[in-house]
């Protein structure tokens, strides 16, 4: 069984500040992780992706993830946010071959001029 | 490179009338296909998942239904719609690979009245 907690629903920054969204997962193996973007009446963009190698992951726009197994948990991160990162967010375990994926509840991430 | 469409974008539906929504993906064969639904404010429940032409799982109880006649569409579909169906119907795509990233579509705002 797998599941994911997204640990805020909304989150609040001002642009040019850091952004921290938060995702605790629970997998019985070795999990795929995901973020996930969704601008308003869109579909999901994918973010970046952690695949069992660097824990490290660089997606597109300048967010990071780090994997960290000991905590059970795969937080993104952007140094410097910027008016456009406004949307919801999504953070998604996968631990099947066959491709299906647990999704969290989303953040929702606002950002203040 | 692979595309995913989705028809129609928007659709607005009195209670009791049928559905079909469509999905076709471009450029790749044999993916993984998916339907899911975003009700307002909320995260991803995922509907239905198919590995192939004819092979269909569903994951919730409900009042819709889904087809794959093709290897590249899905189609969902209702006999008669419930106020409850109403939402936003995203589809996906993956290829049976790990990880299983999965590429979404633009999406139909359901509105049922």
């Known amino acids: 069984a797998q599941s994911v907690t997204q640990l805020d629903s909304h989150v609040s920054v001002s642009e040019g500040t850091p952004v921290l969204l938060r995702c605790n997962y629970s997998?019985?193996?070795?999990?795929?992780l995901f973020w996930y973007v969704q601008h308003p009446n869109k579909g999901l963009q994918l973010l970046l992706k952690?695949?069992?190698?660097?824990?490290l992951v660089k997606g597109i726009n300048g967010f990071e993830a780090e994997f960290k197994k000991s905590e059970t948990s795969f937080h993104l991160t952007k140094p410097s946010a910027h008016m456009s990162d406004a949307a919801e967010y999504f953070c998604?375990?996968?631990?099947?071959?066959?491709?299906?994926?647990?999704f969290g509840d989303g953040t929702t991430l606002t950002v203040k001029p | 490179s692979q595309t995913i469409h989705q028809w129609p974008a928007t659709l607005v539906q009195p209670v009791g009338s049928p559905l079909s929504l469509e999905c076709t993906v471009e450029?790749?064969?044999?993916?993984?296909l998916y339907w899911y639904r975003q009700a307002a404010g909320r995260g991803l429940q995922l509907l239905f998942y198919?590995?192939?032409?004819?092979?269909i799982s569903s994951e919730v109880p409900q009042n819709l239904s889904a087809s794959r006649p093709q290897d590249r569409q899905f189609i969902l579909s209702s006999k008669k719609l419930l106020l409850s169906d109403s939402g936003f119907y995203l589809c996906?795509?993956?290829?049976?690979?790990?990880?299983?990233?999965?590429?979404f579509g633009p999406g139909t705002r359901l509105l049922v009245l």
């Open positions: 450029g790749t064969s044999n993916p993984n």
């Open positions: 198919s590995i192939g032409i004819d092979q």
């Open positions: 952690y695949t069992s190698a660097a824990t």
């Open positions: 997998s019985s193996y070795s999990p795929s």
């Open positions: 998604v375990v996968s631990d099947t071959n066959a491709g299906k994926s647990t």
């Open positions: 996906a795509w993956s290829v049976l690979a790990r990880p299983a990233t999965q590429y």
